[in-house]
């Protein structure tokens, strides 16, 4: 034994003595993972949030959480001798006169654009391959819990400098709090400790930011991760795979050293982004006064589908019993923000309820044998994508000669009437997808040569596919409908009804190829 | 009050009171035409170039605005716009107009400065209005002050023309135009008559050494060093946005894919 393995050894049982890690150690490192790209999804959300930790430690040494006024004096001259906050004034500090300051707020920046982006493709994953079904309902719960604290986050986190864009935002809060029918306007006071825009609530919120919720992430994050671990990772299908497996690499040394390895990389292309773009340039914006107000101010992307919403809601008004409910900010900001995510919440439960399906699963579907969710979702983007544009109407209008009119108008149509359009249309494509598989396992891939036969015939030659690509395009179960109902039960109840009729559509299919099937298929001609 | 009416009814009165008439009346008319004479004689250079002016307007001008720019159903009068607006909107290309969409755009000036300024001296004499600046005579530089310009920008410009001067969309299809690149005098001048849908700012809401600083802010965030790397034409999150999903997600799925391929 080498000197080196004599001393590693006795530091690993002097630990193992007092913790008795060995045996968890020794079960764990062999843990396996499957592999698959669209499985570090979850991993670049991690790590861009330490990467948020880290800047955003650095960040805290020197900015001041403070709406007391303050004359500007700093490096960047075209604000010098200008009154702002001390928090603005802080901000500019990091910016210009602190060594790596701008960097490292840009890097903390686009990390938090990339954390967004990262929870909601990871999210898009999740959703199309179902890896939300039972047993993993709490962990999707969790993951929108994060999603929900992630945008109120990022919010808060670009809300704090303080200047014109962050202030016309925090505006714009104030503005949804108010909206909450009777209590809104005592909420709006209690929150920013007197009228707008007061000074009680940037360091209000700046505990919130790099407090409270840091550390919900920190919780819920944990809470995540050890499920996965509990729960073991979920799988594509393919030869081999089965629910009762994991293939895979285990974590010590592959995977251990692959997510190592990417841990760096988006550290990298972080910093890269921090380097060569700019982002929030907030010397631009100027202080926030609630008198200024700029062109095209916009949130963030996360936010700019709520903004979109806001910006397309047709002005209505009541007046009840002295109260004033502002439909228009209320409808967009609070209600139907609330119902989206409630049913994204609730779809692992609902899904289960329309198929009838209690089974655990832990091999993935691939989105085109479950063409109702798949649907769904493609609508659900279709939703966003049209909110998001109009959030933008305004640089969309100007950047491509549009009218903004125009654009309010085609988004407040196109919200009701694109993503119905592109359920079908998804669903359709889901179908013909099945089909074309179905036709790859029977009559096998075409090869484009064309032979003659000596009677003058031309065919194309087909080649059979890999035994293993049939058992992957064939193993799939297919959504069965739920057994007829009785004749006496035709007093369902409304409930019952919609239950069977989606139920009905949900197990819409293309049934996979079978092997007898194949066989006289063999036998026949081709 | 007895002496005044017993003077009033004294016979010397009429002829006093009719002299002291003629002499009111002839010195009113003598200053009142010795104002237009003066000025004529001050301009008698550019007598020929209100001539010259009014024929570049009957020809390119008056079928919109009318033989004596009086103004019609499709376009405004021009009496007393002055010649800083003609300077502005002939200078600038905007006039003649293209087509009759909702903003006359920004393009290749029709006439030279020549005949810029002959039409120019043409309005103003119509009835007085703004006077046309050049670019020399704003000297920005010594008498703004760019921290109050950007202020004032923030506060008056920028809920239009964008924090950065960039532009922005207006309704209908209107829109207030970038900032970046316009001359001095076009930004002096479209402040001091407000062109299409701004609004005229007169020296009484913003001072003339105000207009200065706002040019000076102008000038210097047009020349401003994109501080922190590419500024993604500084319209604000939107572009932010986009470059994320395309550029920053694409490279990050890229390696993933990459990553996984590897292992086989």
């Known amino acids: ?526 | 009050m007895k002496r005044l009416s017993g003077f009033r009814r004294k016979r010397i009165a009429g002829p006093i009171l009719m002299v002291a008439a003629l002499f009111t009346i002839g010195t009113a008319f003598g200053v009142a035409s010795a104002l237009p004479s003066s000025q004529h004689e001050m301009s008698s250079g550019t007598s020929t170039l209100v001539s010259e002016g009014k024929a570049i307007f009957l020809r390119g001008c008056s079928s919109c605005h009318g033989l004596n720019a009086e103004g019609g159903g499709i376009a405004p009068s021009l009496i007393g716009v002055g010649a800083a607006a003609v300077d502005f909107q002939v200078g600038t290309g905007r006039m003649p107009m293209a087509d009759m969409s909702q903003q006359a755009m920004q393009k290749k000036p029709l006439y030279n400065p020549d005949e810029t300024a002959a039409l120019a001296s043409y309005v103003a004499s119509l009835a007085p209005g703004p006077s046309a600046v050049t670019n020399e005579s704003l000297n920005f530089e010594r008498d703004g002050n760019s921290a109050e310009g950007g202020q004032l920008f923030r506060t008056n410009c920028a809920m239009c023309h964008n924090f950065a001067g960039q532009g922005g969309a207006l309704t209908n299809g209107k829109y207030a135009p970038s900032l970046m690149g316009v001359e001095p005098k076009y930004i002096y001048e479209a402040m001091v008559t407000g062109p299409q849908s701004m609004p005229k700012f007169t020296n009484t809401t913003i001072t003339p050494q105000e207009k200065l600083s706002i040019i000076k802010w102008l000038q210097q965030a047009n020349h401003e060093a994109n501080q922190g790397g590419a500024s993604l034409g500084r319209t604000g999150p939107v572009t932010e946005g986009l470059l994320v999903w395309t550029l920053g997600i694409g490279i990050l799925i890229g390696i993933a894919v990459w990553l996984a391929m590897k292992a086989k």
Not at chain 1, 169 to 175: K, L, Q, T, V, W
């Open chain 1, 1 to 526: 034994m080498k000197k080196s393995q004599k001393i590693g050894g006795s530091v690993a049982n002097y630990v193992d003595e007092r913790t008795g890690a060995a045996k968890w150690v020794k079960k764990n490192l062999n843990k396996v993972f499957p592999d698959h790209w669209s499985f570090m999804l979850g991993e670049i959300c991690l790590y861009s949030f330490i990467i948020l930790l880290l800047s955003g430690t650095f960040l805290t040494f020197w900015f001041d959480p403070s709406q007391r006024d303050v004359v500007y004096n700093g490096a960047y001259a075209p604000l010098s001798g200008v009154s702002m906050s001390a928090a603005y004034a802080s901000t500019l500090h990091i910016s210009f006169d602190v060594r790596g300051g701008l960097l490292m707020r840009q890097i903390h920046h686009w990390a938090a654009l990339i954390f967004m982006v990262a929870i909601v493709v990871h999210l898009f994953r999740v959703f199309f391959t179902g890896a939300f079904r039972k047993p993993r309902e709490f962990n999707w719960l969790i993951g929108i819990g994060l999603l929900t604290f992630g945008i109120v986050e990022g919010f808060l986190g670009y809300s704090l400098p303080d200047d014109l864009l962050s202030g016309t935002g925090i505006r714009i809060a104030e503005a949804i709090l108010q909206a909450i029918p009777v209590v809104g306007s005592y909420l709006a006071f209690f929150a920013f400790g007197g009228p707008f825009p007061g000074t009680a609530f940037i360091p209000r919120i700046y505990m919130v930011h790099i407090l409270l919720l840091p550390g919900l992430f920190l919780a819920l994050i944990t809470i995540h991760l050890m499920l996965v671990w509990y729960q073991k990772h979920t799988q594509y299908p393919g030869p081999g795979r089965t629910e009762k497996n994991v293939v895979g690499y285990p974590l010590m040394p592959v995977y251990m050293a692959k997510a190592g390895g990417f841990f760096f990389i988006v550290f990298g292309v972080t910093a890269f982004l921090g380097a060569v773009a700019s982002i929030n340039p907030i010397w631009l914006y100027g202080p926030y006064t609630p008198g200024q107000i700029s062109a095209g101010s916009q949130p963030d992307w996360y936010m700019g589908w709520l903004d979109g919403l806001v910006r397309m809601s047709p002005p209505l008004e009541t007046h009840a019993f002295g109260h004033t409910i502002s439909w228009n900010i209320l409808l967009p900001g609070l209600i139907l923000p609330g119902i989206l995510f409630t049913g994204m919440a609730l779809y692992p439960f609902i899904e289960s309820w329309i198929s009838g399906d209690k089974r655990e699963h832990h091999l993935l579907d691939r989105p085109r044998n479950a063409p109702n969710r798949t649907a769904l979702g493609a609508m659900s983007i279709a939703f966003m994508i049209i909110s998001l544009a109009n959030g933008g109407n305004d640089v969309i209008a100007t950047h491509f000669h549009l009218t903004i009119n125009g654009i309010m108008w085609f988004t407040r149509f196109g919200l009701f009437i694109v993503p119905p359009i592109v359920f079908l249309i998804t669903k359709r494509i889901c179908l013909s997808l099945q089909r074309a598989d179905r036709d790859l396992v029977l009559h096998g891939r075409e090869t484009g040569r064309l032979v003659m036969m000596p009677n003058g015939e031309m065919i194309e030659v087909h080649e059979q596919i890999s035994d293993a690509k049939k058992w992957t395009l064939t193993q799939h179960q297919s959504a069965d409908a739920l057994p007829a109902p009785l004749p006496e039960s035709a007093k369902l109840g409304i409930k019952g009804k919609l239950r069977a009729r989606m139920n009905q559509a949900n197990a819409v299919q293309v049934p996979a190829a079978t092997v007898t099937e194949f066989k006289e298929l063999g036998e026949g001609h081709h």
